[in-house]
Nanobody
Framework: QVHLVASGGGSVQPGGSLRLSCTTSDITLDYYHVGWFRQAPGKEREGVSCISRYDGGQYHTDSVKGRFTISRDNRKNTVFLQMDSLKPEDTAVYFC??????????????????WGQGTQVTVSS
């Protein structure tokens, strides 16, 4: 069974930055789209960012465009989510997952598996 491990969360003030990491020893992440999702208290899980398996293209939900960057380090078999200019509304548990589809990145959770345990991000003054 494949598991992705998300790490790098923490507590920051508004305007601060965090870099989340997603890695696994079970598969080669470069073969797949990899997505980041988040779930805030009392809310449904939502897609945040995805990196394409084909060309490394980035896809972001509107609320994080211009602030978040998703990237890969294939030598480390890791996908990163750089989060800048953080806002209190970014507070959530962040998850990474593998997208099994052959189309471009989407945030359709039905295409994803190998969900990790999540990492908590708290943005507060």
């Amino acid at each position: 069974q494949v598991h992705l491990v998300a790490s790098g969360g923490g507590s920051v003030q508004p305007g601060g930055s965090l870099r989340l990491s997603c890695t696994t020893s079970d598969i080669t992440l470069d073969y797949y789209h990899v997505g980041w999702f988040r779930q805030a208290p009392g809310k449904e899980r939502e897609g945040v960012s995805c990196i394409s398996r084909y060309d490394g293209g980035q896809y972001h939900t509107d609320s994080v465009k211009g602030r978040f960057t998703i990237s890969r380090d294939n030598r480390k078999n890791t996908v990163f989510l750089q989060m800048d200019s953080l806002k209190p509304e970014d507070t959530a548990v962040y998850f990474c997952a593998r997208d099994l589809s052959f189309s471009q990145c989407t945030f359709d959770e039905g295409d994803y598996d190998a969900w990790g345990q999540g990492t908590q991000v708290t943005v507060s003054s």
